[in-house]
């Protein structure tokens, strides 16, 4: 599997993100739900990445810029076709990796709280990813659960 940076051009790319945009609506309430859309993923401050199994497209993320020193992850992704295979794991790997590389000092995500979100968020937690509180525009929110792990040069574990 590659992973590249990609420009939410290729009908795959963008019938995943429709069907994960669509997946997350009955989730939480409208004001809760904090994916970005295709605009969203397409500002200068995020960068959009997939991973691609040939020709097939096996997932996404993508991480925007908060400050000089912070980002966040956003909208990772998994198509059906390659649950369960390592993807995420891959995928969230190269984020925190480039996170580093950019000089990053903290790198900060949203889920949700239910309990559909539990599989990403014991992902996250093996990444060494905490609860903390609300950063950047967040509020505090029971459909929101806030992590963050500190970066220090280390490679990313998981």
């Not at 905490?130 to 040069?153: H, I, Q, W």
Request: proline residues 5%; glycine residues 8%; contains cysteine.
């Amino acid at each position: 599997m590659e992973i590249r940076i990609d420009k939410l051009e290729s009908p795959a790319v963008l019938a995943l993100l429709r069907e994960h945009l669509d997946s997350l609506a009955p989730t939480a309430p409208a004001e809760s739900r904090h994916a970005l859309d295709l605009e969203g993923l397409r500002r200068a401050d995020v960068t959009f990445w997939c991973v691609w199994d040939g020709e097939a497209l096996a997932g996404f993320g993508a991480l925007k810029q908060l400050t000089g020193s912070h980002a966040e992850i956003k909208s990772m992704r998994t198509a059906a076709s390659h649950v369960r295979r390592g993807v995420a794991s891959m995928l969230l790997r190269h984020l925190v990796q480039e996170a580093i590389t950019r000089g990053y000092s903290r790198l900060s995500l949203e889920t949700g709280s239910m309990a559909f979100f539990e599989p990403a968020r014991r992902l996250y937690a093996s990444f060494g990813f905490e609860p903390c509180a609300p950063f950047g525009s967040y509020k505090r929110d029971p459909n929101s659960v806030y992590m963050t792990r500190k970066l220090d040069g280390r490679a990313p574990a998981g």
